[in-house]
């Protein structure tokens, strides 16, 4: 199946400060998605890109399919940003498979 | 390393069946969740559960209920499935505070 990694595993900012947070996979996919994990557990959906570029707000992400990979951007990053971000790619039979998550936390 | 499992991979159910999606874990987390997968649509959350015996509606509870008698298992269930639920189910589980272990994914067609 495919692989799915993400990097860095932990990341620890201050506030205001930016990030990237990559997402590598290792077969041609459908689609992509970019996820926030909130502190209750619930899955947030962010972006569904499997190509380009978008923004929303404070975030944008780029996914560049021909060389399998995406970043997720955090601009000025704030408190309420801290939590585990999960990139996801669907491939055949459109099933998801996600990556091991990146643990943000934004500190005051 | 920490499992969930789902019932089953691939579903075929008739309108009007009972359907029960299945989901295990083997790490002895609070918190599981139950999710649907559509095009265009993206995750979307039906149910979850804090607790034994716990639960709460997400956003698209309609059509479904849950069961969680045991801390590990967490049950689906389509009274009378319709075709709008054919889709793709994703079961979660997250320890507080959160990480993110999911299921394979239960691929459901209602004919």
């Known amino acids: 199946g495919i692989q799915v990694e993400q990097s860095p595993p932990d990341l620890i900012l201050q506030e205001g400060a930016n990030s990237t947070l990559r997402c590598n996979f290792s077969?041609?996919?459908?689609?992509l998605q970019w996820f926030h994990q909130n502190p209750w557990g619930q899955l947030i959906n962010l972006f569904y890109i499997p190509s380009g570029t978008k923004q929303n707000g404070r975030l944008s992400a780029t996914t560049v399919a021909t060389e399998r990979y995406s970043l997720l951007y955090i601009s000025s990053s704030q408190t309420t940003d801290s939590g585990v971000y999960f990139c996801a790619v669907e491939g055949a039979g459109n099933m998801l498979t996600f990556g091991g998550g990146t643990r943000l936390m934004v500190k005051p | 390393d920490v499992k969930v499992t789902q019932s089953s991979r691939y579903l075929v159910k008739r309108t009007g069946e009972k359907v029960f999606l299945e989901c295990v874990q083997d790490m002895d987390h609070e918190n599981m969740f139950w999710y649907r997968q559509d095009p265009g649509l993206g995750l979307r959350l039906i149910y979850f559960s804090y607790d034994v015996k716990m639960k709460e509606k997400g956003d698209i509870p309609e059509g479904y209920s849950v069961s969680r008698e045991k801390k590990e298992r967490f049950s689906l269930i389509l009274e009378s499935a319709s075709t709008n639920q054919t889709s793709m189910y994703l079961c979660?589980?997250?320890?507080?505070?959160?990480?993110?272990?999911f299921g394979p994914g239960t691929r459901l067609t209602v004919l």
């Open positions: 979660a589980s997250s320890p507080t505070p959160p990480g993110g272990f």
């Open positions: 077969d041609s996919v459908n689609n």
